[in-house]
């Protein structure tokens, strides 16, 4: 494959964590935000929480901001395949970890609005999903410091 | 990629039992929310009330009549689960229907174009047209027809469209079918409100006396 092509899948590794991740977040928010939105039609107080219970979803951007930033370092052309595997595959997760979640934080309103006592239960679900947002964040970091002269790797 | 988030989380909680308590939701407060809809949705809904006004009207029409809105409906209608809540309808009206004229001696009526219908009347003189096993609400029925309790008939009816139409429900969340089916059940809570005039008169001459008491009114 040519060294053009090569570095621009690099690049896209780089960059995939933050854009997927942050298209999950757009997802997730929405759909928790309109699901909140609708809630507070229908309750007189809580607001507050259910607005917050809608902004779970923002932290997949976060996750995908601290990978981008750990495989922007110094880029090496020989890095390049490794970091797209790892960027996109990473990103992937997060796009699917935060579109979820925010169904999940949607069911959590849903049913907090009916029975305000179920509510820390209720967001569980939502905080098991960014568990395995967690995971795919730690490990994509694991990982890209194993890449030839990215961050700091071998 | 339409969503219903907003007007799903709007609407409160069905009871678990339609005749559990009151009607959570208002018709007018159900028509401002159901606005929300864009027009094509707004389309559908009003096919699914207008078939619930015209299934509420009193049963003075003729078979005929019945059978040319069955047609019609099945003509109009594109949205699968609004069929299927129809069809549905259909046949337990078909089947009140067949067991009313049964026990007044009467022949089988015309009835729709349906699969069931050719079953009925090939089973017209057998006991629930052997059809016990398929609908197990229909002996309840039959026994509440025959101890002359028509509410207690009615009661077994809604619960059996109240649970059919839940265990839909349980397949959908945020979507636009679980919007339709939250105001079919919406249709039988009202309907089964609707019946206890009494109740209802009574609960607002003491909402009205507890207002004069305390001088909320100025009369």
């Not at chain 1, 896209?12 to 939105?37: H, M, N, R």
């Not at chain 1, 790892?86 to 959590?108: D, E, M, N, V």
């Not at chain 2, 559990?20 to 389309?43: E, K, N």
Request: aromatic share 10%.
């Amino acid at each position: 494959m040519d060294e053009p092509m090569v570095e621009m899948l690099g690049r896209i590794g780089i960059y995939a964590p933050l854009f997927l991740g942050a298209i999950g977040s757009i997802l997730g928010c929405a759909a928790g935000g309109q699901a909140a939105c609708g809630a507070m039609l229908d309750v007189e107080g809580g607001y507050g929480r259910l607005i917050g219970v809608s902004a779970l979803p923002s932290s997949q951007t976060i996750y995908g901001i601290v990978v981008m930033l750990s495989m922007n370092g110094s880029f090496q052309i020989q890095a390049a395949p490794g970091m797209f595997a790892i960027g996109t595959l990473c990103g992937l997760a997060l796009l699917f970890s935060g579109w979820f979640q925010g169904k999940c934080c949607a069911s959590a309103i849903h049913a907090t609005k009916s029975k305000p006592e179920v509510f820390g239960l209720s967001v569980a679900p939502a905080a098991i999903v960014e568990g395995f947002a967690v995971f795919a964040f730690v490990f994509a970091l694991i990982l890209a410091g194993g890449l030839p002269s990215a961050a700091g790797g071998s | 990629m339409q969503s219903y988030y907003t007007l799903m989380a709007s609407l409160p909680q069905l009871p678990r039992e339609f005749d559990d308590g009151p009607i959570p939701i208002s018709a007018a407060t159900l028509r401002h929310r159901v606005s929300m809809l864009d027009h094509h949705d707004r389309q559908t809904v009003q096919q699914v009330s207008d078939f619930f006004r015209w299934d509420r009207q009193p049963r003075d029409r003729s078979d005929a009549e019945i059978r040319a809105t069955h047609r019609r409906l099945v003509a109009e209608i594109r949205h699968p689960l609004v069929a299927q809540l129809v069809h549905h309808r259909f046949e337990m009206r078909m089947l009140v229907a067949a067991l009313r004229c049964q026990r007044s001696g009467l022949p089988p009526p015309e009835f729709p174009e349906l699969p069931l219908a050719v079953w009925i009347q090939r089973h017209w003189d057998e006991p629930c047209f052997r059809l016990n096993d398929r609908f197990r609400w229909l002996p309840r029925f039959c026994q509440a027809i025959e101890d002359h309790q028509p509410r207690r008939a009615q009661w077994h009816l809604f619960t059996e469209l109240w649970n059919h139409w839940s265990r839909w429900n349980d397949q959908y969340t945020f979507s636009f079918e679980s919007v339709v089916l939250y105001l079919a059940r919406w249709e039988i809570l009202h309907r089964w409100a609707s019946q206890n005039e009494q109740c209802g008169r009574q609960r607002f001459h003491d909402l009205v006396d507890d207002i004069l008491q305390t001088g909320g009114v100025n009369c």
